[in-house]
DNA sequence: TAAACATTCTATAAAACTATAGAATACGCG
DNA sequence: CGCGTATTCTATAGTTTTATAGAATGTTTA
C-alpha cells in the first residue's frame, strides 16, 4: 500500500487525475477507457488501480481537482471588497485564464452529474452551489452600491456569468489562435454593459 | 426491407431518433446503450438495428435532426430585415424555445464532434458555421443600422449569443420550474444592452 | 548488500456491448 | 381468408472493457 503517502507517490497520484481529467475531456467518461487513461500517463491499464479503486473514484477526483482551486479564487474575490467592477473582472479572469492552463478538468462536469457515486456528486454540487452562491452576493452588493441596475435578478446574473465564461471557456480550449486576454476583456465588457444601471457611463 | 417508405417506417423512425436523442442526452454516446435506446422506444436491442445501420449512424441522424430546423428559422430570421431588437430577440426565443419542446437531440453536440464519421461531421459542421454566419450578418446589419455600437466585434458577439442561449437551454431542460418565457426576456435584455451603442436608450 | 516496501507489469476472469442471422409475428391487400 | 411484405424478436459471435491476483522490478534504508 501507498502508506507513506509518499512524495513520488503524490507526484504519480497527480499525473494520474491529470491523465484521467485530459482524456475524459477528450472522449467522456465512458468513451473513455482505462487502457486510454493509462497509456495517457505511461503506464499500464493494470497499474493504473493502483492510484484508483475504480474508474468512477477517478472521474470522481477529476472533478473536485477541478472545481477545488476555483471555488477557493472565487472565495478569494468575495472576501476583499473591491468595487463590483474589479471583482466582476476578476471572476471572469479566473473563470477563463484557468479554462486553458489548468487543464481539461473543468470540461468534465457534464458527466459529472451522470456517473459520479452519490456521495461524491453531493460534494460537488456543494462546491458548485457554493461557487454561485458567492456569485450572486457579489451581484447583490453590486446592486447596494448602485454600480448595477435596482432591479437586476441577481440569480439569473450569475448564472449568466457562469455560462457565458464556460462557452467561451470551450471555444478558448477548442481554438489555441483565440486570444485569451481578449476574450476575458469582451466578454467582462459584454456582462458589464449588460447588466449596468439604466443611464450608465461609458 | 424498408422499401414503401410506410407511413408506420417514417413514424418508429422518428421514435427511434427521438429514443437516440434522448438516451444520448442523459448518458452521452458511450454511455449509451443501444439496449438502452431501443427500451426507450419500447422494442429489443436488436431490432434497433432495422432503423440504423450502426450506433454512429444513430448519432448522426439524431444530430442532422436537432440542428436542421434550427438553422432554417435562423435563415428565416435573416431573410426579412427587420429591425435588429425584433430580430436577436426572435433569435433568442427561436434557441431557446426550441430547448425544452424539441427535446434533448440539441444537447448532443458535445458527442459529434467526436464519434461521429467523416462526413457527418462536416455536414454537421457546416450548419453550425452556417447558422453563426447568418446571426454575424445580423449583428453587421445591425451596426449599420447604428442599432449596435460601431466598434463590436460581430464574430464574438454572435459566439456570445449562442453560448449563453445554449447555456440557459440547459438550465431549462434541468429545471422544469424555470419559466422559458422569462428568460428569453433577461437573456435578450442582457445581450441587447451589452452590446448597444455607447450612450444608448434603456 | 540485503531486507522491506513501493510501484508497475502480465495474465485473466467476468461482464457488457455491438452487430448479424434467421425465426416469429403483425399488417395490408387482393 | 391467405399471401407477401414489414417489423420485431431471440440467440449468438466476436469484441472490448473493468477489475483483480500475483509475479516482477525499483527504491529506500538499515
Redesign the interface.
Known amino acids: 500500500m501507498q502508506n507513506p503517502e509518499s512524495p513520488k507517490y503524490q507526484q504519480q497520484k497527480q499525473a494520474a487525475i491529470r491523465a484521467a481529467a485530459a482524456v475524459f475531456a477528450?472522449?467522456?467518461?465512458?468513451?473513455a477507457s482505462t487502457t486510454d487513461i493509462a497509456s495517457e500517463m505511461g503506464i499500464k491499464q493494470g497499474s493504473l488501480y493502483y492510484y484508483f479503486k475504480s474508474k468512477e473514484e477517478a472521474l470522481a477526483e477529476v472533478c473536485l481537482y477541478g472545481i477545488r482551486d476555483y471555488v477557493q479564487r472565487m472565495e478569494e474575490i468575495a472576501r476583499d471588497d473591491a468595487p463590483f467592477e474589479v471583482r466582476l473582472l476578476a471572476t471572469v479572469r479566473s473563470h477563463l485564464s484557468s479554462y486553458r492552463e489548468k487543464n481539461e478538468a473543468l470540461k468534465v462536469h457534464?458527466?459529472e452529474r451522470?456517473?459520479l457515486p452519490e456521495i461524491k456528486r453531493i460534494k460537488l454540487k456543494q462546491l458548485g452551489s457554493h461557487y454561485r452562491e458567492l456569485l450572486e452576493g457579489i451581484f447583490e452588493q453590486g446592486v447596494r452600491d448602485g454600480a448595477l441596475r435596482e432591479d437586476l435578478?441577481c440569480h439569473?446574473a450569475a448564472?449568466?456569468v457562469?455560462?457565458?465564461c464556460?462557452?467561451?471557456g470551450e471555444?478558448i480550449v477548442r481554438d489555441p489562435r483565440l486570444d485569451v486576454e481578449q476574450?476575458i476583456t469582451?466578454?467582462n465588457?459584454?456582462?458589464?454593459?449588460?447588466?449596468?444601471p439604466?443611464?450608465a457611463k461609458?
Open positions: 477528450r472522449k467522456g467518461f465512458h468513451g457534464n458527466d451522470l456517473y435578478d439569473f448564472q449568466s457562469i455560462g457565458i464556460n462557452a467561451w471555444l476574450v469582451k466578454v465588457d459584454l456582462l458589464l454593459r449588460g447588466l449596468a439604466m443611464g461609458a
